[in-house]
């Protein structure tokens, strides 16, 4: 691609701007302040991920949320590079969180745009399967008891089941695409 | 003996025999009973939360039910674990319409959230119910000044106006708590910053890149051995260093134990007793420091 041709796909273009988004996101929780966002900069300035990655900065995730880019934030993988570390939540002067803003967009690319890594669906389902989002296997139990470890309880996945169910994410899991890795 | 709930998680019972034997071995000496619940689950940490927060919740919520039922507050030792349930349990205590909605979900698994209870770290315990004093009180075996860089790890403090632990910008409770057993703790370059472990397995090169970095710092300070608390900190920076080897050429053979670990052998605990061969990194010069 020239020089040329990839600032013109830069360019916003109206018709991709969702006026009404960030008043949207400004209900969901984590999102409640994302219009009080000023720019400064100290979440991408701190951001641990963003002094080692070209792509991911905290501050443009919350600007694109204010210009309403919807599909094209849920659309970055760029957003799965968060790791939750929570110092931008800490450090802005604004009490925007940050970090709950990328939650809360990572729960809408699930319900929406349906393609995200493949470590968490994997995760997803080893807890519905064992109760644990890492797989405890029966070598792992064996090396417990051999160290006189105490067997580990067993959690009710009945229990788990019914909770998936009922907030739909069950279902959400099942219409995932995925992604094994994330260009940083 | 103050009992508590032990909250084990995933993490450490299949991978880290190492940290849940010193453990399960030094809090009882402090008079800590920790009492496995039948039933508890996973603590449904960030990539969970990142898939649906309800969902979350609830589960987070499913096991402070379980402790609530069997009248104890729950301790963690991992600080994934810490972060999602305390997060979770302060967010249902304070804002009454989640907490509605929550136990609407959990209603369907019999259970119902009260907010009657307390989830802590063992950092937490060891501060506050057992105290600073009693614990150097009972260091049979001090650590001979070895010099320490703690890591916390991200998750022990922050979001810190939901988990509430220590001042975020300036920790105490972790160095302390290694003082403590005789030994330094040191300071060294981006001390507080995050270990990059929660993007393994998707994100690998930007991981090691900043574990790596974390190594360097504590070397460069002079550091006997980075301490940690949190699992996946540990594997990030432990078995990293197998991986940054393999990719960037580059040895720092820099031990990593838990604290918990090192509270172990300061009381008096054999090292044989504790699995220490589980760490990639060896321990053996170090321990040649201190036994």
């Known amino acids: ?184 | 003996m103050t009992s508590y709930a032990l909250f084990l998680g995933c993490t450490i019972p299949a991978r880290q025999p190492h940290y849940e034997l010193s453990a399960r071995k030094a809090l009882p000496k402090l008079g800590i009973d920790l009492v496995d619940l039948d039933n508890m689950t996973c603590c449904a940490p960030p990539p969970l939360q990142s898939i649906d927060l309800e969902t979350s919740l609830a589960i987070a919520a499913y096991n402070i039910c379980l402790a609530e039922e069997a009248d104890l507050n729950i301790v963690t030792l991992c600080t994934g674990c810490f972060e999602s349930l305390a997060m979770a349990n302060t967010m249902l205590k304070e804002n009454n319409e989640l907490r509605e909605r929550i136990n609407k979900i959990l209603s369907n698994a019999g259970k119902e959230f009260k907010g009657s209870k307390e989830v802590k770290h063992y950092l937490q315990v060891l501060m506050k119910d057992v105290g600073l004093e009693q614990v150097k009180s009972q260091v049979t075996n001090p650590l001979n000044n070895l010099k320490i860089a703690a890591f916390s790890g991200c998750h022990l403090l922050r979001p810190s106006k939901l988990l509430r632990f220590d001042d975020p910008e300036r920790p105490r409770i972790f160095d302390d708590l290694i003082e403590a057993l005789g030994s330094e703790s040191i300071w060294y370059r981006n001390k507080l910053k995050c270990c990059g472990g929660l993007l393994r397995g998707y994100a690998d090169d930007l991981a090691l890149q900043i574990a790596k970095e974390k190594i360097v710092n504590a070397k460069k300070a002079g550091a006997d051995c980075i301490s940690t608390l949190c699992p996946f900190c540990f594997v990030a920076l432990d078995m990293g260093q197998l991986q940054i080897r393999a990719k960037f050429k580059e040895e720092y053979d820099m031990p990593v134990l838990h604290y918990a670990e090192l509270l172990a052998l300061a009381l008096g605990i054999e090292p044989k007793e504790l699995a220490l061969e589980s760490h990639k990194i060896k321990t053996d010069k170090l321990l040649q420091k201190i036994v």
């Open chain 1, 1 to 184: 691609m020239s020089e040329v041709q990839e600032k013109v796909s830069n360019v916003i273009k109206a018709k991709e701007v969702d006026p009404k988004f960030k008043y949207k996101m400004s209900k969901m929780h984590g999102a409640e302040k994302v219009m009080l966002c000023f720019q400064c900069g100290t979440c991408t300035a701190d951001c641990p991920i963003a002094r080692f990655s070209e792509f991911y900065r905290p501050r443009r995730i919350a600007r694109m949320v204010q210009f309403g880019l919807k599909d094209r934030l849920l659309s970055d993988k760029a957003l799965w590079l968060c790791s939750n570390c929570f110092t931008c939540v800490d450090h802005c002067p604004q009490n925007v969180e940050i970090a709950g803003i990328v939650r809360v967009l990572r729960n809408l690319t699930v319900k929406e745009n349906k393609v995200i890594p493949l470590v968490y669906t994997v995760l997803a389902s080893n807890l519905l399967k064992g109760g644990y989002v890492y797989e405890i296997r029966e070598m792992h139990h064996k090396k417990r008891a051999g160290l006189g470890l105490p067997p580990l309880p067993k959690p009710n996945l009945e229990d788990i089941e019914k909770i998936f169910q009922i907030t739909g994410s069950s279902n959400l899991l099942k219409g995932v695409e995925t992604f094994e890795k994330v260009e940083s």
